[in-house]
């Protein structure tokens, strides 16, 4: 290897060292640079990105050239520039999806999201919204084994997503869609599985809402069966009875 690509491999892999250290700390011509290490492995990239961002005066604007734009700049390839452009309409798409995280601090708030999140849906789908400590949405996750009246819910799964985004507060909720919405057997067991879960990462297991497709909402919660389930499914009432608290 040359003397000068020596220092190139030196540059990048200081740069990757820096992102992984702090990327908030980035420059708009850093993150171009270090993204164009993928596409163009071994030119120096930092002065293309200067290049793009001269051009057309911004990153958001690099996104949103054109393919045909992209590669008048000195050193973009047309596959680089498919790259850069298809990144932006990912971005794009990313923004379009945007919308408010709702507010789940109430009942009636929940079940506005729930119905609307199940209307139509034919195969019994499992959901789990994670809320930080003001009940506003985090995120969701959903799982569904695309059957008409079976779904399962990976645990390891949901425990790798507590560790992730630290909730404060969960709700669990899936459909029955043949409009039944009394809980089964099974749905108590995960119930009780998912609380304790939630129990040893610190977050709260708010309620459980089973929805059917008349839009009937079972509450957990409201109808007393989630206190009933906690009063068991606890990990102190656990290692109480084993007796490994005093």
Do not use: W
């Not at 779904?151 to 459909?175: G, Q, R, T, W, Y």
Request: aromatic fraction near 8%; proline fraction near 4%; glycine fraction near 6%.
């Amino acid at each position: 290897m040359k003397k000068g690509e020596d220092l190139h491999a030196g540059h990048r892999e200081r740069l990757y060292n820096k992102f992984l250290a702090n990327a908030d700390a980035f420059s708009d011509h850093e993150l171009l640079e270090l993204m164009l290490f993928y596409f163009i492995p071994r030119k120096n990239t930092n002065e293309i990105a200067h290049r793009l961002l001269r051009a057309f005066g911004s990153l958001d604007k690099v996104f949103s050239a054109k393919v045909a734009e992209l590669k008048s700049v000195d050193g973009i390839g047309e596959k680089t520039a498919c790259a850069i452009a298809l990144n932006g309409k990912f971005l794009n798409a990313i923004k379009g999806r945007e919308k408010v995280k709702p507010l789940m601090s109430n009942a009636g708030s929940v079940k506005e999201v729930l119905v609307k999140q199940f209307k139509g849906e034919p195969v019994e789908t499992f959901i789990l919204y994670l809320l930080d400590r003001r009940y506003k949405l985090i995120t969701s996750i959903e799982f569904c084994d695309k059957e008409p009246e079976k779904v399962s819910a990976d645990i390891p799964e949901i425990a790798k997503a507590f560790a992730l985004h630290k909730p404060s507060f969960a709700i669990i909720a899936h459909n029955h869609p043949s409009g039944y919405v009394e809980p089964s057997h099974m749905d108590d067991i995960t119930t009780k599985k998912i609380n304790l879960l939630c129990c040893a990462h610190s977050v709260r297991l708010v309620d459980h809402f089973i929805v059917s497709p008349d839009e009937d909402v079972y509450s957990y919660n409201g109808d007393g069966r989630l206190d009933e389930i906690k009063k068991v499914a606890d990990l102190n009432f656990i290692l109480n009875e084993q007796g490994e608290i005093l």
